[in-house]
């Protein structure tokens, strides 16, 4: 198992440092003078070779890269140049609201998705089993910027029963919780009908195969076949799905955090965008990325414990 989680942060920490190169080109690559955007779109040469000395754009593009990686690897990604704060200060800011809007979401649809997956599995061709695969495929089809504006129309004008937008801080848990509720719901209701799916067809795979019809010859009731055998073999295929959806969760965060106007990294990003500030944009997709490399590290691990020939061969490799 030791061995196993170690092979896995290394690759982790190789995939790592090749995203650090992609997210130093990629921006770099954006069209346009990177000294004009931060000169506030300044013609003087002056300020702009000024500006070229201080963020080392006059050097090189590999000795800009180990200068940034050197800086990023202490924690400083730089300053913005629109607000004049530190990147990480501001990340250390919205980064927790982002993730709390994502663990609620992630909440939400493994708390629809996991019950109705394993119900429609287990009533397969039953009302319950079209009902649910008909709803999913609505979930995946209605886009979130959609969902959002008629949330909005309906609980917040016409019922007037959650607030349109804003964000309210952990301090107050009732007007945090009111603030996020619908964005949560209209983030994790794409991710729910992936889960369903998912589960079902996870589900009925696993009501199909050798193990099952042994432990049903051995006289094991249908809730524990279902519920410990078919299930815990079935929640690999979840785990792998709900590591993969992090990218969704994040680029719906994007769109739901500009709908509902919480400032969280989605909305940041798009701010950082409309007004060219590199380094904000930098840190944001360098920070995305490691979240998502972690979450598909913590995924690897999640396979081990639900399925311990994983952990086995991994040790023998």
Do not use: C
């Not at 061995?3 to 920490?13: E, K, N, P, T």
């Not at 309210?168 to 991710?191: E, K, Q, R, W, Y």
């Not at 729910?192 to 019809?213: C, I, K, N, P």
């Not at 360098?286 to 995924?299: E, K, M, S």
């Amino acid at each position: 198992m030791q061995w196993y989680i170690l092979r896995r942060v290394g690759q982790s920490l190789v995939t790592l440092f090749i995203a650090t190169i992609v997210v130093f080109v990629g921006v770099r690559a954006l069209p346009g003078d990177a000294a004009t955007a931060l000169s506030a779109e300044t013609s003087n040469p002056k300020v702009l070779q000024a500006i070229r000395q201080e963020y080392g754009l006059d050097q090189p593009v590999p000795v800009q890269y180990v200068r940034w990686l050197g800086h990023a690897i202490q924690g400083d990604l730089g300053q913005s140049p629109k607000t004049g704060i530190s990147v990480s200060q501001t990340l250390a800011e919205r980064l927790p609201v982002t993730l709390e809007l994502a663990g609620l979401a992630l909440i939400i649809a493994l708390a629809i998705g996991l019950p109705i997956g394993i119900l429609a599995a287990v009533r397969r061709g039953s009302v319950a089993d079209y009902v649910a695969s008909t709803t999913a495929l609505v979930g995946l089809s209605v886009p979130h910027f959609w969902l959002g504006i008629l949330f909005i129309l309906g609980f917040a004008v016409s019922l007037q029963w959650l607030p349109a937008s804003g964000f309210v801080p952990l301090t107050d848990p009732l007007g945090n919780l009111s603030h996020m509720a619908m964005p949560a719901v209209v983030l994790g209701i794409g991710l729910a009908a992936v889960v369903m799916r998912q589960m079902r067809s996870a589900m009925l795979e696993s009501l199909g195969a050798d193990f099952v019809r042994t432990a049903r010859a051995k006289g094991m009731s249908e809730r524990v076949v279902v519920g410990i055998h078919v299930l815990r073999n079935s929640l690999i295929t979840v785990v792998t799905v709900v590591g993969l959806q992090l990218g969704t969760l994040i680029s719906g965060a994007v769109i739901t955090e500009q709908i509902f106007i919480i400032p969280g990294i989605g909305k940041l990003t798009i701010d950082s965008v409309f007004s060219r500030d590199y380094p904000s944009l930098q840190g944001v997709v360098l920070i995305t990325a490691t979240g998502y490399i972690v979450a598909n590290l913590l995924v690897d691990i999640a396979y081990s414990l639900l399925n311990p020939r994983i952990r086995v061969s991994g040790g023998a490799a």
